[in-house]
Antibody, heavy 117, light 107 residues
Framework: QEQLVQSGSELKKPGASVLVSCKAS????????INWVRQAPGQGLEWMGW????????TYAQGFTGRFVFSLDTSVSTAYLQINSLKAEDTAIYYCAQGRGRGWAVWGQGTLVTVSS | DIQMTQSPSSLSASVGDSVTITCRASQDIGTYLAWYQQKPGKVPKLLIY???TLQSGVPSRFSGSRSGTDFTLTISNLQPEDVASYYC?????????FGQGTKVEIK
């Protein structure tokens, strides 16, 4: 079945960087986009942007430019989210989701990133 | 950018009740509207796409409708397992904005 599996929880200090991976299986990776969603503690879902897995072109939502970087390794069907210069307010669960034109039925399990000194 | 305004932010109802959640788009988005359910500590789950098409495996007590730029999620015969937060989302083009969410509780 189609599946997205994310990397495990991370504990980082302010100013550090973190790399979250999202590995796809069960379908052709380049057929569907990968979206990234942030959910801060006790808060709602926030769309961060998406990665065109066919062209490798990223699109970032407002508020997620500069420190946030989307990338791909199509050879291993994996999308990545890198966050640089981490701040306490980056503490959140980060989800990847398969982008289809019929809503997003396939989500990763989420990666908790905690930023604390 | 198109804004998605979801209401109410929370509601409490009894088992067996029918509840309605509304999402209003600031501009026309056609039927490119999805609804998600997120139970505490869990991953969001797609309930409805295309404003009214039920995702496979979702109970038929969930339904969606559209009237212009107003969208509605209705849960008929509310069950204890429906306790969750619900989100609308426009997905036709970027930004693929989510509504603010509605927390549904049982009285």
């Amino acid at each position: 079945q189609e599946q997205l599996v994310q990397s495990g929880s991370e504990l980082k200090k302010p100013g550090a960087s973190v790399l979250v991976s999202c590995k796809a299986s069960g379908y052709t990776f380049t057929d569907y986009a990968i979206n990234w969603v942030r959910q801060a503690p006790g808060q709602g879902l926030e769309w961060m942007g998406w990665m065109n897995t066919d062209t490798g072109h990223p699109t970032y939502a407002q508020g997620f430019t500069g420190r946030f970087v989307f990338s791909l390794d199509t050879s291993v069907s994996t999308a990545y989210l890198q966050i640089n210069s981490l701040k306490a307010e980056d503490t959140a669960i980060y989800y990847c989701a398969q982008g289809r034109g019929r809503g997003w039925a396939v989500w990763g399990q989420g990666t908790l990133v905690t930023v604390s000194s | 950018d198109i804004q998605m305004t979801q209401s109410p932010s929370s509601l409490s109802a009894s088992v067996g009740d029918s509840v309605t959640i509304t999402c209003r788009a600031s501009q026309d988005i056609g039927t490119y509207l999805a609804w998600y359910q997120q139970k505490p500590g869990k991953v969001p789950k797609l309930l409805i796409y295309g404003a009214s098409t039920l995702q496979s495996g979702v109970p038929s007590r969930f339904s969606g409708s559209r009237s212009g730029t107003d969208f509605t999620l209705t849960i008929s015969n509310l069950q204890p397992e429906d306790v969750a937060s619900y989100y609308c989302q426009k997905y036709n083009s970027a930004p693929r904005t989510f509504g603010q969410g509605t927390k549904v509780e049982i009285k």
